[in-house]
T-cell receptor, first 115, second 117 residues
Framework: EAGVVQSPRYKIIEKKQPVAFWCNPI?????LYWYLQNLGQGPELLIRYENEEAVDDSQLPKDRFSAERLKGVDSTLKIQPAELGDSAVYLCASSQVGGRGDEQFFGPGTRLTVL | AQKVTQAQTEISVVEKEDVTLDCVYE???????LFWYKQPPSGELVFLIR??????QNEISGRYSWNFQKSTSSFNFTITASQVVDSAVYFC??????????????FGRGTSLIVHP
């Protein structure tokens, strides 16, 4: 069974540029999560989708971050414009049902460097 | 307020030593879930165990064991006879109920375990 796929794995951009990350969850998983992980820290939830619906997005900085999950499968996370402080690893995870007791399956992450 | 505290930033041991990773959590919910994940150098977090708040039974899986104590709000993880392949960052996480069925999994800062040959 294929795991969670993320691309690109690495991205280097200059500040004020836009950037997008893509995630393909495990087939059949209804729930998709985007996390931000700063160096030396644990993942912090940005947004959670159940199918196409964003059900937990209170921690997403909506002035510059946006996300979508069309057709309830793949998802894209966008930052526009990027700031120096956005340098981090962006993790995508999926789970089968979406309950808070669900095991999450994580992708390898996208490491973003903003210069 | 930090809801999941992993006070040990880094632990260094020699192979075959036993090691315990501490996790203390804070919640007002009576129903919640606790998790441990492993993050090897490759970066992908890997699920290790889940416990719900009503199940305080300790669990053993091979060289891994977990001690859940509600009285002290702790969910500690012990690796027996550590191996070099156990070197990774280990995260403890908490999922509690939010309004309207929402929930935000909260991760600790992680403990970096280094096992020397």
């Amino acid at each position: 069974e294929a795991g969670v796929v993320q691309s690109p794995r690495y991205k280097i951009i200059e500040k004020k540029q836009p950037v997008a990350f893509w995630c393909n969850p495990i087939s059949g998983h209804n729930t998709l999560y985007w996390y931000l992980q700063n160096l030396g820290q644990g993942p912090e939830l940005l947004i959670r989708y159940e199918n196409e619906e964003a059900v937990d997005d209170s921690q997403l900085p909506k002035d510059r971050f946006s996300a979508e999950r069309l057709k309830g499968v793949d998802s894209t996370l966008k930052i526009q414009p990027a700031e120096l402080g956005d340098s981090a690893v962006y993790l995508c995870a999926s789970s089968q049902v979406g309950g808070r007791g669900d095991e999450q399956f994580f992708g390898p992450g996208t490491r973003l460097t903003v210069l | 307020a930090q809801k999941v505290t992993q006070a040990q930033t880094e632990i260094s041991v020699v192979e075959k030593e036993d090691v315990t990773l501490d996790c203390v959590y804070e919640t007002r919910d009576t129903t919640y879930y606790l998790f441990w994940y492993k993050q090897p150098p490759s970066g992908e977090l890997v699920f290790l165990i889940r416990r719900n708040s009503f199940d305080e039974q300790n669990e053993i899986s091979g060289r891994y064991s977990w001690n859940f104590q509600k009285s002290t709000s702790s969910f500690n993880f012990t690796i027996t006879a550590s191996q070099v392949v156990d070197s990774a960052v280990y995260f403890c996480a908490l999922s509690e109920a939010g309004a309207g069925g929402s929930y935000i999994p909260t991760f600790g800062r992680g403990t970096s375990l280094i096992v020397h040959p």
